[in-house]
């Protein structure tokens, strides 16, 4: 094997951390559309209740990315990328069992908290990704990983709708088991992406997502921006793995196997956008255009669900347009990437996840609430579909966020500072 802190070649540096990627997004759908099955089973709740302990469950996972992220960010820094995300996968994989493993929801919660940890180290990914692109293809190289995404939704919830038809816990088992083949897989395979020129000091000041921000946004205010445009667009984007398989259940009476096929063809819909239109898309319209491309495609979507409970197969037409925004979040991270120093990649990815973490706090507790409002209680009409109207309606405010953000960037203030202190 070779030397694992030696940087190798963008292209199998790419391909290695996709599949990282790819195996633990697949893990993470694979447990998604039993889900409300097995909360329903430990609680003995309704359906419209148990989406308001998933919520809570949400929520929790959510603020351990939000305290986390820039943490482990600024440990990729200090130590690597390589050996955080072999840290990282070690612990899904104990989450993932004792989830399986669970008679209480408390072990259910304890479960989301250490998967919630772990998942900060997207973050990480992504710093990856910056480490191995020229500026010019960062945006392009940030949708494989939006690929990989989508590849993995593909793959787990399918195959977690088939899994469940077993038993409501086999699949957490499953996920288990792949997260630790993903261990085995990078520890051989995936090798160091940032130099140890490169690596700087750990300070714990910095690793506070409104620290790192404010620290990043003084060098250039319009990374303020786009960090803002992110965290309110996952607060729309967070409405489709938080409420979908609730609504599915509730409004279209779909078993494990119907939802675990539609959620595999929203991840085919990210492959395809991600994995390839992406390349040909933002090189012919640009960044800008491909945001609005991307936010006015998931609103389109979201008008479909409506109707749906009368035409249920209006859900599969509102995943064609809706498969566009995956250029949203790329084409943002692209821009920003660009206006910092290649030293700060894991801190302003690990800042920019936290701060996209208040949102996906705050999602868990929205989206659900408004739900059980439309679908359980009495004096308000029965629209199970709500949350995704109000989703919609955000993506058009961050938005508009964005194009103040990218109006400063045309103005010239992304004007990367030299690189910070390293050791």
Aim: proline share 6%; glycine share 10%.
């Amino acid at each position: 094997m070779t030397d694992s802190t030696s940087p190798q070649p963008a292209k199998a540096s790419l391909l290695f951390v996709i599949l990282v990627v790819m195996i633990d997004m697949i893990g993470f759908g694979v447990i998604m559309p039993v889900f409300p099955e097995l909360l329903v089973e430990i609680t003995g709740d309704t359906v419209a209740e148990a989406s308001i302990d998933a919520g809570w469950l949400a929520f929790t996972y959510a603020a351990m990315q939000f305290v986390f992220s820039p943490i482990i960010g600024n440990l990729s820094d200090k130590f690597g990328r390589r050996p955080v995300l072999l840290a990282t996968l070690a612990g899904y994989a104990i989450s993932y069992m004792l989830m399986g493993l669970a008679p209480t929801l408390l072990w259910i919660f304890v479960g989301r908290v250490l998967t919630g940890i772990m998942g900060a180290s997207f973050s990480v990914a992504n710093a990856y990704i910056a480490d191995v692109s020229p500026p010019d293809k960062r945006a392009a190289n940030f949708g494989l990983i939006g690929m990989a995404f989508g590849v993995g939704f593909i793959i787990g919830p399918a195959l977690g709708g088939f899994l469940g038809e077993i038993g409501t816990r086999v699949p957490f088992f499953f996920a288990g088991g792949l997260a630790l083949l993903n261990l085995v897989f990078g520890f051989f395979m995936l090798k160091e992406s940032l130099p140890k020129e490169k690596r700087r000091t750990f300070n714990i000041k910095r690793a506070n997502a409104f620290v790192a921000m404010k620290g990043l946004s003084q060098q250039n205010r319009v990374v303020l921006w786009y960090a803002i445009t992110i965290a309110v667009w996952m607060l729309a984007h967070m409405v489709y793995p938080i409420m979908f398989a609730f609504y599915a259940v509730e409004a279209l009476q779909w078993s494990p196997k119907m939802i675990g096929f539609a959620l595999a063809m929203v991840g085919l819909g990210a492959a395809v956008v991600q994995g390839g239109l992406i390349r040909v898309i933002i090189p012919k319209v640009g960044e800008r255009n491909a945001v609005i491309i991307g936010v006015f495609g998931m609103v389109i979507g979201t008008l479909f669900y409506p109707f749906a409970r009368e035409y249920p197969w209006l859900v599969f037409v509102a995943l064609v347009p809706g498969a566009l925004q995956g250029l949203v979040q790329p084409s943002v991270n692209g821009l920003m990437s660009k206006a910092v120093s290649d030293t700060t990649q894991g801190e302003l990815q690990g800042a920019v996840s936290s701060l996209s973490s208040i949102s996906t706090m705050i999602s868990p507790l929205l989206y659900p609430a408004i739900f059980f409002a439309f679908t359980a209680r009495d004096g308000l009409p029965y629209f199970p579909a709500v949350p995704f109207v109000v989703a919609g309606a955000i993506a058009l405010v961050a938005l508009a966020i964005f194009l103040r953000g990218y109006a400063l960037h045309n103005s010239g203030e992304i004007v990367p500072e030299p690189d910070a202190q390293t050791t």
